[in-house]
């Protein structure tokens, strides 16, 4: 069974910074491209950033160049560095793997203008 626990989000000001980190078990986690989502109060969960097995990195346009995905394989995590943080990224952060469809409980990240 899948287990995915977000942990790292807070309450920062904007331009502040944070990191995620996202602890995986119950799947092999190096086989598995890994996913960092977001969903806002009324909005739907979109995918923020995505890592490929081989290490490759993909961004939604709203967090290039100011959010990075990264992976350590040999401890089943996966994390997300938040930089220049913005109002607007305001939402529960979750990661899960491909196309997976249980989601741990996220962690809230709350940036104030």
């Known amino acids: 069974q899948v287990q995915l626990v977000e942990s790292g989000g807070g309450l920062v000001q904007a331009g502040g910074s944070l990191r995620l980190s996202c602890a995986a078990s119950?799947?092999?986690?190096?086989?598995?491209?890994m996913g960092w989502y977001r969903q806002a109060p009324g909005k739907q969960r979109e995918l923020v950033a995505r890592?490929?097995?081989?290490?490759?990195?993909n961004y939604a346009d709203s967090v290039k160049a100011r959010f990075t995905i990264s992976r350590d394989n040999a401890k089943n995590m996966v994390y997300l560095r938040m930089n220049s943080l913005k109002p607007e990224d305001t939402a529960v952060y979750y990661c899960?793997?491909?196309?997976?469809?249980?989601w741990g409980q996220g962690t809230q990240v709350t940036v104030s203008s």
């Open positions: 899960n793997k491909d196309g997976g469809l249980s």
């Open positions: 119950g799947i092999i986690f190096s086989r598995n491209g």
């Open positions: 890592i490929t097995t081989s290490g490759s990195t």
